[in-house]
């Protein structure tokens, strides 16, 4: 089945910096969630989404469930170095649940 | 609380044949997913049971299949093993809503 896009595939920043990624869908999706993964590990949810508009934080992460239902992103800020990982969304409909292709994030201390 | 657990976590099998993955869930976890993830597809959901039913279904053939225990614990069987069945297989539980989930180690099967 169709994965969703998810924007950028990898991001180099300095610590300290924000980061944003998004991920955007042809489908509508009733929820919307972030994992981050760490290597050797399984994915680990960060936030879950439930609510198109909705806004939610955890910590220095924030995500959003966008209003057209089609799309979500997610920003942390002020980087630090054990932020390091893959962080992928998924949308969940109807039975579904779909993922991006992930975002790997590195970050130089 | 101990956290999901799988087993084993590395696997070696040669083309053609079977293979069989274990995965215990949270304790009072009832759902418990199965997931594929490769480099080239990414995570790719396999299915998911529910009270030793399975609720959901993802797009795989029927060479992959599960069951579910009345103690909530899963396996997950791949017969006739293609090359393309690498993969590191994921499992995950959670309570009522299977996306409200939380991910095991994985096990990484290679297939020669």
């Known amino acids: 089945g169709q994965q969703l896009n998810q924007s950028p595939q990898s991001m180099f920043i300095q610590e300290g910096e924000d980061v944003s990624m998004n991920c955007t869908s042809s489908s509508i999706f009733n929820t919307w969630l972030w994992y981050k993964q760490d290597p050797g590990e399984g994915p680990v949810l960060l936030i879950a989404l439930y609510k198109a508009g909705e806004l939610t934080s955890n910590g220095r992460l924030t995500a959003q469930f966008g209003i057209t239902r089609k799309d979500s992103f997610l920003n942390i800020s002020a980087s630090i170095p054990s932020d390091v990982g893959i962080y992928f969304c998924?949308?969940?409909?109807?039975?579904?649940?779909?993922f991006g292709a992930g975002t790997r994030l590195t970050v130089k201390p | 609380k101990a956290g999901v657990t799988q087993t084993p976590r590395y696997l070696i099998k040669t083309r053609g044949q079977q293979v069989t993955l274990s995965c215990s869930p949270i304790s009072g976890h009832r759902s418990v997913s199965w997931y594929q993830q490769t480099p080239g597809q990414g995570l790719q959901f396999l299915f998911e049971y529910f009270s030793e039913t399975q609720r959901n279904k993802g797009n795989f053939p029927g060479r992959f299949s599960g069951r579910q225990f009345s103690n909530s614990r899963s396996e997950m069987n791949v017969s006739t093993l293609e090359l393309g069945d690498s993969a590191l297989y994921l499992c995950?539980?959670?309570?009522?809503?299977?996306?409200?989930?939380?991910f095991g180690p994985g096990t990484r099967l290679t297939v020669t």
């Open positions: 998924a949308g969940y409909n109807n039975n579904d649940m779909r």
């Open positions: 995950a539980s959670s309570f009522a809503e299977f996306y409200e989930q939380y």
